[in-house]
């Protein structure tokens, strides 16, 4: 499996982005991909996830309303929409697939493919 996380930026506080991981390799719909990000000094946080096949997601407390997680299934790609971007958004988001039969979707060590990350940065 490969992914590729992409749409990473500089935006002013207040913002919009939107990420892609377009992902290669597979095509079981029953796999789970999350997102997570890691700021300056801080260590990796769950930010979501997305189940592929019927569209299911979780979201982390610190950005419910302002995030929402998509799929586009034909075209193997996974969105991380980001409104209302805070300078603490200001992190590497990466893109990542469960583990085939996890259920602990907020635990980054249950993810076993990784994007290599792309940079988000909000300024106030």
């Known amino acids: 499996v490969q992914l590729q996380a992409s749409g990473g930026g500089l935006v002013q506080a207040g913002g919009s982005l939107r990420l892609s991981c377009a992902a290669s390799?597979?095509?079981?719909?029953?796999?789970?991909m999350g997102w997570f990000r890691q700021g300056p000094g801080k260590e990796r946080e769950f930010v979501g996830a997305?189940?592929?096949?019927?569209?299911?997601?979780w979201t982390a407390d610190s950005v419910k309303g302002r995030f929402t997680i998509s799929r586009d299934n034909a075209k193997n790609t996974v969105y991380l929409q980001m409104n209302i971007l805070k300078p603490e958004d200001t992190a590497v988001y990466y893109c990542a697939e469960l583990r085939y039969g996890s259920s602990a979707v907020r635990q980054e060590d249950e993810y076993d493919y990784w994007g290599q990350g792309t940079l988000v940065t909000v300024s106030s």
């Open positions: 997305i189940k592929w096949s019927v569209g299911s997601t």
């Open positions: 390799g597979r095509t079981d719909r029953s796999y789970v």
